[in-house]
């Protein structure tokens, strides 16, 4: 049940709204006034605060920007019988989530409730998905090649220089351009991904640059690209060295003057995107065969970040496990397995052509056929060379 405080210095307003609430099985707390609130509020969590706006010793407006200070900031109505356009406005700018004048109207009050409620748990919701998805994209390993990944993004991260990102498949390269992301002055913004190498050639500049109505046999409508969509954000273009050489043309044009068209339009639209990009290829070979621009390849490749394959980093295999069996754990709700040393040693043996989507599969794979402390036998049995 949700817990509400009610601040007010009228003890008939409190004892009304405890009557109304406590009827629709909240549980209630009252404050005579604002220090009295403030001090509940630093002592027990709550979900919502019923604020009055005038009050002596600490006013209501005064209460709310103190709790919204605090680590666990409830969700506040403001409460007021000298209610303003200008009261109202202020209390909104500091953080309120609605005002309502005295006399409340009941309706009205249990309506707002239960939006402030509903608002106070999305909010926690985001906030534990975005704990998990800030897990679940953690760079593990403390080896020499990975620190030194780390300590290039940490220079990086902070500015809108473009990142080319190099590495066998399977390695992490998104992952990187995750953290890139994350820890830039852009993070609050779009992160848009591109798989370059999933999209059929005629398809590519529809999908970077959007579409018009009619542009093609199957444009039934407008359609915004990834570009647009990454406005003000990032652009990561995966595979890019699969990319069609008419895109390649149009993705140079994009970074040189920060504008494209979409298919279909001569309008130019102006983007604010930072681009980084990633490939398993030796972009320098494809240049040489005429099947990657020279010139974009230095647009892109203002930093570049090498990934190391999982053979130059075995010492992170146990690292790398430990958190796979937790991320499994986690998904299926089913009791967490482990390894043995031999069964790991035997794990940093092999030589991982597939990198770190390999071993994460073969970790899967294990922990569905293994016994509960997977031994080197099921090493042997189910994920040998």
């Known amino acids: 049940m949700s817990k509400i405080l009610i601040i007010d210095d009228e003890k008939v307003i409190r004892a009304t709204l405890r009557e109304i609430l406590e009827y629709e099985k909240y549980i209630v707390t009252e404050a005579q006034d604002g220090e009295e609130g403030l001090a509940k509020l630093q002592e027990d969590d709550f979900d919502l605060v019923l604020c009055d706006v005038k009050m002596p010793k600490m006013d209501g407006i005064e209460v709310l920007e103190k709790a919204k200070a605090l680590e666990k900031s409830p969700q506040f109505i403001m409460i007021s019988a000298h209610g303003s356009i200008e009261t109202a406005v202020e209390a909104t700018k500091k953080g309120a989530f609605d005002f309502i004048p005295k006399p409340p109207d009941l309706n009205r009050l249990l309506l707002t409730v239960r939006n402030a409620l509903e608002k106070k748990e999305l909010v926690t919701e985001t906030k534990v998905l975005k704990k998990k998805l800030s897990k679940k994209l ?64 005629e398809l590519i500049e529809s999908e970077l640059f959007g579409h018009e109505k009619g542009a093609f046999t199957s444009a039934h409508k407008q359609r915004q690209g990834k570009f647009e969509q990454a406005q003000g954000g990032t652009l990561f273009l995966d595979e890019i060295g699969d990319m069609s050489l008419s895109a390649q043309s149009k993705v140079l044009r994009a970074l040189q003057e920060n504008l494209i068209n979409r298919v279909g339009s001569d309008k130019d639209i102006k983007v604010d995107v930072r681009v980084l990009a990633a490939t398993n290829k030796d972009l320098k070979k494809e240049i040489e065969e005429n099947r990657f621009r020279e010139d974009l390849y230095h647009r892109l ?14 010492d992170d295999i146990p690292l790398l496990v430990n958190k796979f ?25 092999y030589p991982w052509t597939g990198n770190i989507r390999e071993l994460r599969n073969v970790v899967e794979r294990l922990v569905i056929l293994g016994e509960p402390e997977i031994s080197l036998e099921d090493i042997k049995k189910y994920a040998d060379y």
């Open 325 to 349: 069996l937790d991320d499994l754990s986690q998904e299926n709700g089913d009791a967490r397995k482990s390894f043995s040393k031999a069964a790991l040693a035997k794990l940093q043996e």
């Open 138 to 201: 953690d760079m593990v390993g403390e080896s020499a090649a990975i620190h030194q990944v780390k300590e290039t993004i940490e220079k990086v991260a902070p500015t809108d220089a473009r990142v080319l990102i190099t590495g066998p498949n399977g390695t992490g390269k998104e992952l990187v351009a995750h953290w890139v992301h994350a820890k830039s002055n852009r993070s609050s913004q779009p992160f848009v991904a591109v798989n370059c190498a999933a999209i059929p050639s």
């Open 301 to 314: 490749s203002v930093i570049l970040i090498q990934v190391p394959a999982l053979k130059e980093r075995k």
